[in-house]
């Protein structure tokens, strides 16, 4: 169990530290100060949400990406909602520019960290459970992605949207991934999931 | 403008997608979401209805299999499912159905109360399940809830009586372990020769709630129920109590072993099958 915070804590860091980066190597748009996000995020499910949106930062050439959403999953068969808040870094190595303005990303590779807000979701057992009880938390998910993404330009100059981007995704949890690696007979194709999303890039 | 002319099509197109996305659940909105298909709904008291239809007369003899604890185990479920099936088709072999003794997930997600059922549904015969403490967590209570049924449930094959009780007492603040309920379905002991109770916590496991210990063996001994539990992935027998009363942890299937119960009038008998 404390193995499992450590590794959390050090996802939480490592998306924090990057986060710290992102005010001096701010590529996409120098003028504007830091704290001003580099673009706005919608996500189509993904495990973090049915819809999420919020602000995200690029960096590092803008080969790097941070987002921080707000996700929402209605109860469907339950009355209790799920909310998730996430942090998400993903890593476009290659940029391809196409005619008309378009430009394909064709790798995106990345990790999001997850937390579901909800008195049945814990960071630390109760303690009526012996130490160890269970080994995960429920709270805090990863969930690392694969995608590419496609964007074309829509503004320049003092366009408040310079570009519009479309995004797609194929991911999965740590949960699922630890049931796939301990079977032979589950297909891969269980654990995956679709997500769509869409940038508007200031 | 140029692009215009693909707008409507890319609309129609991802719209496609979307819905294709949805129906072969690709889509995950959350992994503690509680999304169910009508075909996985209600599962316990359709495969009962099943059973019921058997149309069991008093002097047949009943075979069931029981497994438990089959959480994260999907090769070895999958390789029961097999044997099981093989099995039933021998002759004057035929295995009714199948009893879960709980955590059929590990994580109380949809996702694995799902992929259990993708496999427990190739079963020649119906299943049941009973609810576990890993089946509990997050918003595993509410899985099974829409998925299996009630935490209490009660069936009638024959002359053959079976109880699901709710035992996983570290899971709930309530007060879980309902004997009124296990009380009120044993007292008519004129309309039943055999009672099975299915509970996941056996009474003698250091999880399970020390008050409702005694009172549970003094049910159990009163009605000369037939208990079984899970929880514990060994399998045993033993007579905690010292009451001539038998209790069977069925043991996990991850040890590739089930148990057979085959009941003939009051009778019953069991064997141990490895696979």
């Not at chain 2, 024959?158 to 899971?171: D, F, G, K, Q, Y």
Request: a positive charge.
């Amino acid at each position: 169990m404390n193995k499992i915070r450590k590794i959390l804590l050090v996802g939480l860091l490592l998306h924090m530290t990057i986060l710290g980066k992102a005010q001096d190597s701010h590529t996409s748009n120098t003028s504007r100060p830091w704290y001003l996000p580099d673009h706005a995020v919608m996500q189509f499910a993904g495990n973090i949400g049915l819809l999420s949106a919020g602000p995200g930062y690029s960096y590092a050439r803008d080969k790097m990406q941070t987002d921080i959403l707000y996700g929402f999953t209605p109860g469907f068969e339950i009355n209790t909602s799920i909310h998730i808040l996430t942090a998400k870094t993903a890593y476009h190595p290659f940029k391809v520019e196409l005619k008309n303005g378009y430009l394909l990303e064709p790798l995106r590779l990345g990790l999001g960290i997850s937390y579901s807000v909800g008195h049945q979701f814990y960071t630390t057992w109760p303690e009526h459970y012996p130490d160890g009880y269970y080994w995960w938390t429920t709270s805090f998910r990863l969930t690392p992605f694969l995608g590419a993404s496609i964007s074309r330009q829509v503004g320049s100059g003092n366009a408040a949207i310079k570009r519009v981007q479309l995004y797609s995704e194929l991911g999965s949890h740590d949960l699922a991934v630890v049931s796939f690696l301990n079977n032979k007979k589950l297909p891969v194709g269980r654990i995956l999931n679709l997500a769509l999303g869409t940038k508007l890039i200031f | 403008m140029k692009n215009d002319y693909y707008r409507k099509p890319l609309l129609v197109v991802l719209m496609g997608l979307l819905l294709v996305f949805n129906s072969c659940e690709l889509v995950e909105y959350s992994p503690y979401q509680v999304k169910l298909k009508e075909s996985e709904k209600d599962l316990n008291r359709k495969n009962a209805e099943k059973i019921a239809a058997l149309g069991l007369k008093p002097t047949d003899t009943l075979r069931i299999a029981l497994i438990s604890d089959t959480q994260r185990f999907y090769d070895e479920t999958e390789d029961f499912v097999q044997a099981i099936n093989q099995r039933t088709e021998q002759k004057g072999h035929k295995i009714h159905f199948v009893l879960h003794g709980g955590d059929i997930s590990d994580f109380g997600l949809l996702e694995e109360y799902r992929w259990q059922h993708q496999i427990l549904k190739k079963l020649k015969m119906p299943y049941l399940v009973v609810l576990g403490n890993h089946d509990c967590v997050a918003n595993g209570d509410k899985v099974y809830a829409n998925m299996y049924g009630p935490f209490e449930q009660v069936y009638q094959f024959a002359r053959n009586r079976l109880i699901l009780l709710n035992t996983n007492t570290m899971e709930f603040t309530e007060d879980i372990v309902r004997l009124d309920f296990l009380e009120n379905n044993l007292r008519d002991t004129e309309n039943y020769d055999n009672v099975i109770v299915l509970a996941h916590v056996s009474p003698f496991d250091e999880d399970y709630d020390r008050k409702k210990e005694a009172p549970y063996a003094q049910l159990i001994r009163q009605y000369r129920a037939y208990p079984l539990h899970g929880h514990k992935h060994t399998h045993r027998i033993m007579q905690p109590y010292n009451d001539g009363i038998n209790y069977m942890i069925i043991g996990s299937v991850s040890n590739r072993r089930y148990v057979e119960l085959t009941i003939v009038g009051k009778k019953i008998t069991h064997e141990v099958v490895d696979f």
